[in-house]
């Protein structure tokens, strides 16, 4: 496996997951990984399902500090956070993301005017085209007013929880969408993700699709950091060998780890 790092990895931290952060780093040990970064959910205000995304983050910072002096020498151990970002919460995410030294921070759109496309009544009354583009409308509302991250989450999340998962979704057919939110992320200085878990959801495709990603490097992007989003340990670089195909095969020479927010490139040949 060319890709050693798994920059998108949930525990019992996160409201929708009940993994110990050790069996996550175990098992990428048995992997051969390099690096992990733990990325545990932020959503301020998620009011859907009786769900808690609030981050404690000095519990958070305390375990992941005590894991990362027992395996150092086995494999690195950064502390990163997944922050859901909607434009009214801009001033809080930004206050919750300075407080603490994180090394690396995903921002991502998980509700779209406070309606959470996991669930299937953010289908329901219209067609999936119309689901589609109020999601990539919603991004490029954040990203008007909102920059503390360091990559973009799996922009065409949405996808996922379709009912007809991605059989009515193209990056064609929404080109004029994620083309817009590809060069605003290049302006910013910012990165994507190149996101696994579709696989899991039987999709084809990860987050976002190979099309997409192609388009990203010719638009001059570069930053692009690889992640399973495993809430279980057993997903842990799932799928890793497929998303090194695809970056290779969209004129990438490199993956992108963080630490401190710095960038740092790794050669997929490595």
Request: glycine share 6%; proline share 4%.
């Amino acid at each position: 496996m060319s890709i050693l790092s798994d920059f998108h990895l949930h525990t019992r931290f996160s409201g929708d997951s009940t993994e110990e952060p050790e069996n996550v780093i175990n098992r990428a040990i048995d992997l051969g990984l390099s690096s992990v970064c733990f990325t545990d959910h932020q959503d301020f205000d998620y009011d859907f399902d009786d769900l808690c995304f609030d981050l404690d983050a000095e519990s958070y910072f305390a375990c992941m500090r005590e894991l990362k002096e027992k395996y150092r020498g086995q494999i690195k151990v950064l502390i990163g956070v997944e922050t859901g970002i909607e434009p009214y919460l801009a001033q809080r995410l930004n206050t919750f993301v300075n407080e603490n030294p994180y090394d690396f921070v995903i921002g991502s759109s998980h509700i779209v005017h406070r309606q959470d496309p996991y669930f299937p009544r953010y289908f329901q009354g219209r067609t999936d085209k119309e689901a589609f583009e109020e999601y990539f409308q919603s991004i490029l509302e954040n990203l008007k007013v909102y920059d503390n991250f360091d990559v973009y989450g799996h922009l065409d999340y949405v996808v996922r929880y379709c009912k007809n998962k991605d059989k009515n979704y193209s990056y064609s057919a929404f080109k004029d969408y994620i083309d817009e939110i590809l060069k605003k992320i290049i302006a910013m200085g910012k990165g994507i993700e190149i996101n696994s878990a579709p696989y899991k959801y039987g999709l084809e495709n990860p987050n976002p699709v190979p099309e997409a990603v192609k388009r990203y490097r010719e638009l001059g992007g570069e930053i692009i950091t690889v992640g399973s989003d495993a809430h279980q340990c057993r997903y842990v670089a799932s799928g890793f060998d497929r998303i090194c195909e695809i970056l290779k095969s969209s004129g990438f020479k490199y993956y992108t780890v963080f630490e401190n927010r710095k960038p740092t490139f790794v050669s997929l040949d490595k």
